[in-house]
């Protein structure tokens, strides 16, 4: 098994359509795969009937823990479900609110138009990273690092806060949409461990019952860190490549470290929501949990 439960597409700040993905995890023999585009989630083709992929509905929804940016990803979320899309169109609408704050103080720099740029593209929710291709398309920088550094992040020209909803209520769309909710890429975050503890508490209580171990460039003993922490708050384990763009070579589709033997153990592959979504390969249950 190789599970992919983690990546973009150009529905929201991925280069790649939905097709391109699934045809690259084919290639790259991943077993299973969520796409998990920023606040959009669409039904995949599962009437394509792959014999070798087993495809997930997903979604990574930005959301506030305190005054903390995290993001967490639903895996096998119901896209038709009223709630969830209620929750993924205020953040669409807050997305495109922000970048007209953005267009506006950019036109007020001197370079117009970054709105209708982006609202031509085939993204549903718009990013940062839009963005940042918009000021290098426009020579207004040298590349998407400069772009980030110097207008979008904090401290940058362009910043513009994001109102992201509440981790509950993430959590909750999640849920009522059938789906189980994943802290995304734990290591990422800029908090120290007591910090992590306590995000770890809010997420558990608030439904949370994943949290992603394994990631491109994840250090190793991040790695077994992250196993302990899902010991302690009683979580299942994912893994995922975050793939954008198959021009950044840092990472691919399928292209994480795997699990040991012991942290497989507590794979999220186990969950009673993969057991009755997967008849390909039916896993044992996992007794500790
Ligand atoms: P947003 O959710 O609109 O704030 O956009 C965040 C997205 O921008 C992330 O999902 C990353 O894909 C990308 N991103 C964030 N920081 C950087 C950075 N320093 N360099 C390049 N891409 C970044
Ligand atoms: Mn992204
Ligand atoms: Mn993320
Ligand atoms: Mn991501």
């Not at 394509?48 to 495809?55: H, T």
């Not at 549903?124 to 426009?138: Q, W």
Request: proline letters at 4%.
């Amino acid at each position: 098994m190789k599970a992919d439960l983690h990546c973009h597409t150009h529905l929201s700040d991925g280069q790649h359509t939905p097709a391109f993905v699934i045809e690259r995890a084919r290639a790259n023999l991943v077993t299973h795969l969520a796409i998990t585009d920023h606040d959009v989630s669409q039904a995949l083709p599962q009437a394509m009937g792959y014999q070798d992929l087993k495809l997930i509905n997903g979604v990574e929804i930005s959301c506030l823990w305190e005054a903390f940016e995290i993001h967490i990803v639903g895996l096998f979320v119901d896209p038709t479900n009223t709630h969830l899309q209620t929750l993924l169109s205020t953040q669409q609408v807050r997305r495109r609110e922000r970048v007209a704050q953005i267009d506006a103080k950019l036109t007020a720099l001197g370079t117009a138009g970054l709105l209708p740029n982006l609202l031509a593209k085939p993204a549903v929710a718009l990013t940062r990273s839009h963005v940042a291709d918009f000021l290098v398309a426009n020579n207004v920088c040298k590349n998407r690092q400069k772009a980030f550094k110097t207008y979008l992040n904090r401290s940058g020209k362009l910043f513009v806060a994001a109102q992201w909803c509440d981790h509950t209520e993430a959590t909750r769309a999640i849920k009522a949409a059938g789906g189980i909710p994943v802290l995304a890429h734990p290591g990422r975050y800029a908090m120290n461990k007591t910090k992590l503890n306590r995000l770890l508490e809010c997420f558990t209580a608030a439904g949370g019952e994943g949290l992603e171990a394994s990631y491109p460039n994840i250090a190793p003993d991040m790695n077994q860190y992250l196993m302990r922490l899902a010991v302690e708050h009683g979580l299942y384990l994912s893994t995922g490549s975050d793939f954008h763009d198959a021009a950044a070579h840092w990472t691919d589709v399928g292209k994480f470290p795997t699990l040991d033997r012991a942290a497989a153990q507590r794979g999220i592959w186990h969950h009673p929501t993969w057991e009755q979504h997967d008849n390909t390969q039916p896993p044992a249950r996992l007794k500790t949990l």
